[in-house]
């Protein structure tokens, strides 16, 4: 039970690149979440997905997308690469039948832009 | 809007006592707390929901004031296994049903704990 995965754990990009960060989770949960942490800061949300087929914007959705057509799997696209895009990013998955076991992360995906 | 904390950092030595406060500017419904150790991801200590009901986990504990929109957390006894940094997390009162377990984190309080 490995609970959520990320791919890549490091990857740099060339401004203007595009790339996608995997998330895939094996715990059946309904709720999927992308943050991006910069550092020394706390995590903002980028997208959400409360299931298979809806996603939702977060508080800083600008330069990325996201889909959802499996339960297991919600990735996350940058396209057109820019240094502000600089960070780490955490997928975590929360159960909505029991909130009170709170979020869990993936390890993390670090992303430099250069 | 984002909850802030205070303090910012906190060093101890171990044995000793920490409270670490997260503050909000708007009505709460719940508040999550989570510990991140360097370089690794957030893990979750305690969930709080209105009620003002306070909650333990090992020698740490929180408070959840819904009048002062405020929670704290409390660190009784510190470990060198406690230092990290420490984030609240929020989900607004008037988000009733359609929160979806949306957090606002706050800017996290960096605690450190020396021999």
């Known amino acids: 039970n490995a609970g959520v995965t990320q791919t890549p754990k490091f990857r740099i990009l060339k401004i203007g690149q595009s790339m996608t960060l995997q998330c895939t989770q094996d715990?059946?949960?309904?709720?999927m979440y992308w943050y991006r942490q910069d550092p020394g800061m706390g995590l903002k949300l980028i997208y959400y997905?409360?299931?298979?087929?809806?996603?939702d914007k977060g508080e800083v959705p600008n330069g990325y997308n996201v889909s959802r057509s499996t339960t297991e799997d919600f990735p996350l696209r940058l396209e057109l690469a820019a240094p502000s895009q600089t960070s780490v990013y955490f997928c975590?998955?929360?159960?909505?039948?029991?909130?009170?076991?709170?979020?869990?992360f993936g390890s993390g995906t670090r992303l430099t832009v250069v | 809007q984002q909850p802030v904390q205070s303090p910012q950092a906190v060093i101890l030595r171990e044995g000793e006592d920490a409270v670490i406060n997260c503050s909000s500017s708007?009505?709460?419904?719940?508040v999550h707390w989570y510990r991140q150790k360097h370089g690794e991801a957030p893990v979750f200590l305690m969930i709080?929901?209105?009620?003002?009901e306070q909650k333990g986990h090992e020698k740490i504990s929180a408070s959840f004031n819904e009048k002062k929109q405020q929670s704290s957390l409390y660190l009784t006894a510190s470990q060198l296994s406690y230092s990290g940094t420490y984030f609240c997390?929020?989900?607004?009162?008037?988000?009733?049903?359609?929160?979806?377990?949306?957090?606002?984190f706050g800017q996290g309080t960096i605690l450190t704990v020396h021999p």
């Open positions: 975590a998955i929360l159960d909505f039948r029991n909130v009170k076991n709170g979020y869990t």
């Open positions: 715990m059946n949960h309904n709720y």
């Open positions: 997905s409360v299931g298979a087929g809806i996603t």
């Open positions: 708007k009505a709460l419904y719940s």
């Open positions: 709080l929901l209105k009620g003002g």
């Open positions: 997390g929020t989900v607004p009162a008037n988000a009733g049903g359609t929160s979806y377990g949306k957090l606002t």
